[in-house]
């Protein structure tokens, strides 16, 4: 059984910063890739951020230069900073993690939401 616990989310004005955080935990082998998504009502849910259990990181067009994707091994925690932030980033995002389990089975985890909110 694998958990995830995000935070960070919240609300704020176009232009300012936030920062998601995502850490999992129950028992696994590894956790290989961690990412973002995000999603709005009326719309399929997209990738922001995603970092490979190499440490690359990998980001859509829209938040290139203003998102930063990092991750915390010792602490299994990716994190979402999100600089200049715009109305057009308004979302519920999503983590997303790649587990191992200890019997060398993969599966894909998803978080329960975190609603960011951008004024103009």
């Known amino acids: 059984q694998v958990q995830l616990v995000e935070s960070g989310g919240g609300l704020v004005q176009a232009g300012e910063s936030l920062r998601l955080s995502c850490a999992a935990s129950g028992n696994f082998f590894a956790i290989n890739a961690m990412g973002w998504y995000r999603q709005t009502p009326g719309k399929q849910r997209e990738l922001a951020a995603t970092?490979?259990?190499?440490?690359?990181?990998i980001y859509a067009d829209s938040v290139k230069g203003r998102f930063a994707i990092s991750r915390d091994n010792a602490k299994n925690t990716t994190y979402l900073q999100m600089n200049s932030l715009k109305p057009g980033d308004t979302a519920v995002y999503y983590c997303?993690?790649?587990?191992?389990?200890?019997?060398?089975?993969?599966?894909?985890?998803w978080g329960q939401g975190t609603l960011v909110t951008v004024s103009s």
């Open positions: 970092i490979t259990g190499g440490g690359l990181p």
């Open positions: 997303n993690v790649h587990i191992a389990t200890m019997e060398r089975r993969y599966l894909e985890v």
